[in-house]
């Protein structure tokens, strides 16, 4: 009967994952009158939606491999703080709040903060005659999500990779002093490797959190469809009926497969990286 204790979340997982899931990509193979077709995933094909695709890769991948090398530094920095300090516990609080602070109020403090009239924008080119937005609307583009997604990546890396920081043993460094190494073979020969399964966890957890990111790039990008979630988006408020939720399905089914190959790869690095934590 121990299984009763899961059943709230099994519901839940249902209800709000599998369901919903299921439904997104059931759109992509029926047409409106239910009958079964393969045309919404010819969507996949198009030109426009291969470029979301891409442009959603390169803007997660950059993202994700930016903030898990600047958390993971954070986090070596950190591991000589004392687990029970304030700074420690500074760090851990503002990380775990970061890193679920996004969506509409991020774009808007970007927007106020750096946007065509924000505080640091007006500031710079009153005070100091610097213009950064001479060469175009960079922050309602593409490029700007870059920094908008790194504001909650760094702390999601300092989230998931510090508890790996901590499964270094002291006993460790001892034996590489006893036996004539010295801080960089440590770190080369005997942290790196037992940490790189964490970090290329924790790399490819960061690369899905920044894919499956919605809110943020909507309120951004008020215009076109540059991601593919925003591909979805106008696929769906679209003036094209059926067709329009088909393609949507099709899109969903393609992040769904992207998302499927990267969290097997997660869940594969966490294995790996468990051996080292017992």
């Known amino acids: 009967m121990k299984w009763l204790g899961l059943t709230p979340f099994a519901l839940y997982v249902l209800l709000f994952l599998a369901i919903p899931t299921v439904l997104a990509i059931g759109t992509g193979f029926f047409t409106a009158d239910g009958s079964f077709t393969l045309a919404g995933l010819a969507a996949l094909g198009n030109e426009s939606v291969l470029r979301a695709f891409w442009s959603s890769i390169w803007v997660s991948g950059l993202t994700a491999v930016i903030g898990a090398v600047i958390g993971a530094l954070l986090c070596i920095a950190l591991a000589g703080a004392r687990p029970r300090g304030v700074l420690r516990r500074a760090v851990d609080s503002a990380s775990s709040v970061l890193a679920q602070f996004g969506g509409v ?18 500031l710079l080119r009153e005070q100091l005659g610097i213009d950064i937005f001479a060469d175009g609307v960079w922050l309602y583009q593409l490029p700007g999500l870059i920094l908008p997604y790194l504001y909650f990546q760094v702390p999601l890396m300092v989230v998931v990779f510090l508890p790996a920081m901590e499964g270094l043993r002291r006993e460790w460094a001892e034996a590489a002093a006893v036996f004539g190494g010295n801080s960089f073979t440590y770190w080369f020969r005997i942290a ?13 957890l960061l690369f ?43 899109l969903a089914l393609g992040m769904i497969l992207v998302m499927t190959v ?8 966490q294995r790996r990286a468990a051996r080292w934590q017992r």
């Open 208 to 250: 899905s959190n920044a894919f499956s990111a919605y809110a943020t790039a909507a309120a951004l990008i008020s215009q076109g469809s540059q991601i593919v979630p925003l591909q979805i988006r106008s696929a769906l408020s679209g003036e094209t009926g059926a067709s329009s939720s088909g393609s949507a399905g099709a």
């Open 105 to 122: 109020m991020l774009a808007f403090a970007f927007i106020a903060t750096i946007g065509i009239q924000g505080l640091i924008t007006t």
């Open 262 to 269: 990267v969290m097997i790869g997660y869940s594969a690095m």
């Open 192 to 204: 790196a490797p037992v940490l790189a399964p964490s970090f290329l966890g924790s790399l490819l």
